[in-house]
Structures are given as structure tokens and as C-alpha cells.
């Protein structure tokens, strides 16, 4: 649990838009330079050529789901369901018997908490499965004493967790999770499958029960998110993504200033943000997860708290004290706060305003250059970037590149 108690702490939240590290020009450049800005319709051609590419191969389950034995289980038993079995109920949701593919797609988009099974399965929800009349029935409940508060046990939200069957409404089931998407989602259906197929970025508004009554991102927003994910080395994906989500909280919930934090959780206030801002916001969150946690986190380094010029406090601890050390200086107000946000603000400037941070921050920039963009830079080429000219055999992952937009 403690990888998901830091990302709580690690948030942007600040009095006004001048703390960014980046200039709104800057972000304005890239965004007109770099940004992919695509139809619905572009979105769904995508989708429909990937899963159907994904359909012909040999299944593979998500790595949340292969640690969970009810579901690996539950897995095994539809690969070798009886050909008559013809139709799936997922929570009461109708489906003509679907490729393995779409129905762990579906399963997976209106789980309620993946991070939780991860970590401990048993002790969380159960799944069961039943055959009857042709029909495959899944139905998954919480178990007593379950933290959130939307399980069958305790239904107050809008979107009550593990009920699916409204969403039928009479039509004829869908056989393909697109269709099955759409039925569920609405509107945000496109952008929520997108994000999962292209960054494995889970944006439904079921993936958390705190938001169960928040729309999902936006659109806007949403390709915000996905345009941050872009941006980043593909050698960075491992580790910036690999805790997948991102959600809107219900309007509200948050504080002014408060806009999002590195665990995924996104503020109404985001809303008040340009597109190109929200771009930063998010590549930020994602730059705390690039430095690292435990003994793995760079801003935890000597050499990162010489360059940032802070000192610790005290004993080592998860989320220890510090201080300024004289006549340090940081790339924005924000980065005065402590290391991580130091960090995370110089980890965007590198990104968007590189020969800015050269100018400014010369340890910094060949820290991140070195130590965490493994020498890709984006002085001359703002979209893809460039590599240093240094053998591979230097550092094997260089041959990790940029994806391209």
C-alpha cells in the first residue's frame, strides 16, 4: 500500500496558473506543433483495427487480472466453454458470446478497483460463474467489510458498482466491447477504450467508487491525458504508467488550486485549465511517477538533493522532512516545495522547455538527460526529440525511442 499512499501526497495544487515551471507560450508551442487532435470517427477506425488485430492473436490477460486467481480461473473455464453456450452475462449485462478479448475488456473497464486486487484479491471481492440455458452468468459482489462505499452492501451511488443489467435496455446484446462500451459509457465511450487500448490508462468512472458519480474526464481532458502519455519516452512507459489510472473526481470534491495528483485522481478545476495546460498538469503526475518510490526514487538520491538543493530532516522514512539548503534556487515556485515536486516540475521543463532549464538549471538538465531520459533531448526537435550521439553499448536502453507524433 505504500506505493499508493505516496502518489496521493504527490499532487498539483496551487494559488493561480504562474507556479508552472513551463511558460504558457511554451506549451502553447508544442501543443500547436505536436498535438494530434483526432475525430470520434478516427478514434473508432482505431479501435476497431486494433481489437480485431488483438482477436487473432493468442490471448493474453492483463497483468492486474493474471495475478487474480478468480479471474485467471474464470478465464481458463470460457476458453474451453462449450460451442452451444452462446450468450454472457456480465453483472446482468447481455452479450452474445464475445472473444476472450472483448469480454476481459469489458470486465476490466467496470471493475471497480483493480489496484486493490492486485494486492490483496481475497480479501476484497468474489467472482463467480454459472452455465444455464446457454447462457454464461458472471457475477461479481463485494465481499463484507470492503472499504468502498458502492458495493451491493452499501448501494448509494449513481452508478452502483457490479450492476450492469440497465444498461441493456432492451436493444440487442453486443458481441464486441465497443458495443458493449458505448452501451455503458455513453458519450465518453470512445476516449475511455482509447486511452486503455493505446496507454493502458484506465479512465472509466467505475475504476474507482469514490468517483462513482462523476461522467469520467471530459473529452478535452481526456486527450490531454493521452497527448502527456505521448510525450514521454517509450523507455518511461514501465514505469510512469504502469499504475494505470486516471479519474475525475464528482464536482467538488476537491479545493481551489487542487488539480490532480500522481495517483490519478483529476479535480474539476482542471477544467478551467487550456488544453496545453492540461497536457502539463498531467505530464507532471507523470514525472513523479518516472522519479520513482522506495529505494528506486531519484529525488531521494545524493546527487538529486545536492542539484535541488534540499536536505532531509531527521529519520528516513517513506515521506521524509526537508529543507532548503542557502542560496538554492528551484525552476518554479512550485519546486520550492520539496524534492519530489522539484523533480517533476524540472522532469516538465525538459519536456517542453528545454533550452530553458539548460539556461537556468544546467545539473538539472543533464541529470534528467543522463539519468532518466537516457540521453533523448528535444532542443531541436520539440515533437520526437534527438538522440545523443553515445555508443549503445553505453547504456542498452537507449535503443528505447520516442514515439512519434
Known amino acids: 500500500m505504500k506505493k499508493l499512499i505516496g502518489l496521493f501526497i504527490f499532487t498539483i495544487s496551487l494559488d493561480g496558473h504562474s507556479h508552472f515551471s513551463v511558460e504558457e507560450h511554451e506549451m502553447q508551442n508544442f501543443y500547436r506543433q505536436c498535438v494530434r487532435r483526432?475525430?470520434?470517427?478516427?478514434?473508432?477506425?482505431?479501435?476497431?483495427?486494433?481489437?480485431?488485430?488483438?482477436?487473432?492473436?493468442?490471448?493474453?490477460?492483463?497483468?492486474?487480472?493474471?495475478?487474480?486467481?478468480?479471474?485467471?480461473?474464470?478465464?481458463?473455464?470460457?476458453?474451453?466453454?462449450?460451442?452451444?453456450?452462446?450468450?454472457?452475462?456480465?453483472?446482468?449485462?447481455?452479450?452474445?458470446?464475445?472473444?476472450?478479448?472483448?469480454?476481459?475488456?469489458?470486465?476490466?473497464?467496470?471493475?471497480?478497483?483493480?489496484?486493490?486486487?492486485?494486492?490483496?484479491?481475497?480479501?476484497?471481492?468474489?467472482?463467480?460463474?454459472?452455465?444455464?440455458?446457454?447462457?454464461?452468468?458472471?457475477?461479481?459482489?463485494?465481499?463484507?467489510?470492503?472499504?468502498?462505499?458502492?458495493c451491493p452492501e452499501n448501494q448509494t451511488s449513481a452508478r452502483p458498482a457490479y450492476q450492469l443489467a440497465r444498461f441493456n435496455r432492451g436493444a440487442e446484446p453486443c458481441s464486441d466491447a465497443i458495443c458493449a462500451a458505448q452501451r455503458i459509457f455513453g458519450a465518453s465511450a470512445t476516449e475511455i477504450l482509447t486511452n486503455q487500448s493505446r496507454y493502458q490508462l484506465n479512465t472509466s468512472p467505475y475504476r474507482d467508487p469514490d468517483v462513482a458519480d462523476s461522467n469520467g474526464l471530459s473529452a478535452p481532458t481526456s486527450m490531454a491525458l493521452r497527448n502527456a502519455a505521448r510525450?514521454?519516452?517509450?523507455?518511461?512507459?514501465?514505469?510512469?504508467?504502469?499504475?494505470?489510472?486516471?479519474?475525475?473526481?464528482?464536482?467538488?470534491?476537491?479545493?481551489?488550486?487542487?488539480?490532480?495528483?500522481?495517483?490519478?485522481?483529476?479535480?474539476?478545476?482542471?477544467?478551467?485549465?487550456?488544453?496545453?495546460?492540461?497536457?502539463?498538469?498531467?505530464y507532471h503526475e507523470l514525472g513523479h511517477r518516472a522519479h520513482g518510490f522506495g529505494d528506486d526514487n531519484h529525488t531521494r538520491s545524493e546527487e538529486w538533493l545536492s542539484i535541488s538543493g534540499f536536505e532531509q530532516i531527521g529519520e528516513d522514512s517513506f515521506l521524509p522532512d526537508y529543507r532548503t539548503v542557502e542560496g538554492r534556487s528551484s525552476v518554479s515556485p512550485y519546486g520550492n516545495t520539496n524534492p519530489n515536486e522539484d523533480f517533476a516540475e524540472a522532469f516538465t521543463m525538459y519536456r517542453f522547455a528545454p533550452q530553458r532549464l539548460q539556461e537556468i538549471s544546467p545539473e538539472r538538465y543533464r541529470y534528467?538527460?543522463?539519468?532518466?531520459?537516457?540521453?533523448?533531448?528535444?532542443?531541436?526537435?520539440?515533437?520526437?526529440?534527438?538522440?545523443?550521439?553515445?555508443?549503445?553499448?553505453?547504456?542498452?536502453?537507449?535503443?528505447?525511442?520516442?514515439?512519434?507524433?
Do not use: K
Not at 492486474?64 to 473455464?77: E, K, V
Not at 510525450?231 to 488550486?257: C, D, I, K, N, S
Not at 537516457?374 to 520516442?402: A, F, K, M, V
Open 368 to 405: 534528467l538527460r543522463d539519468n532518466i531520459y537516457n540521453g533523448l533531448e528535444y532542443t531541436t526537435d520539440i515533437c520526437n526529440g534527438t538522440r545523443l550521439p553515445i555508443p549503445q553499448s553505453d547504456n542498452p536502453s537507449r535503443d528505447e525511442t520516442q514515439v512519434v507524433f
Open 231 to 282: 510525450a514521454l519516452p517509450v523507455h518511461l512507459y514501465p514505469q510512469a504508467l504502469h499504475f494505470e489510472q486516471f479519474f475525475a473526481m464528482e464536482p467538488g470534491q476537491g479545493r481551489p488550486g487542487l488539480i490532480a495528483n500522481a495517483s490519478g485522481r483529476v479535480f474539476d478545476e482542471i477544467e478551467s485549465y487550456s488544453p496545453p495546460r492540461r497536457i502539463q498538469v498531467f
Open 38 to 150: 483526432e475525430s470520434d470517427e478516427v478514434l473508432v477506425a482505431g479501435l476497431n483495427s486494433s481489437f480485431e488485430t488483438q482477436r487473432n492473436q493468442p490471448f493474453s490477460p492483463h497483468p492486474i487480472f493474471a495475478q487474480d486467481t478468480q479471474y485467471a480461473n474464470l478465464f481458463q473455464f470460457y476458453e474451453n466453454l462449450p460451442e452451444n453456450i452462446d450468450q454472457v452475462e456480465i453483472d446482468g449485462f447481455r452479450m452474445e458470446r464475445p472473444s476472450l478479448f472483448d469480454l476481459e475488456m469489458v470486465l476490466r473497464l467496470t471493475e471497480i478497483d483493480e489496484a486493490e486486487i492486485s494486492w490483496d484479491p481475497d480479501n476484497n471481492f468474489s467472482l463467480e460463474y454459472t452455465v444455464s440455458n446457454g447462457v454464461l452468468s458472471i457475477r461479481r459482489s463485494c465481499r463484507p467489510g470492503h472499504r468502498y462505499r458502492d
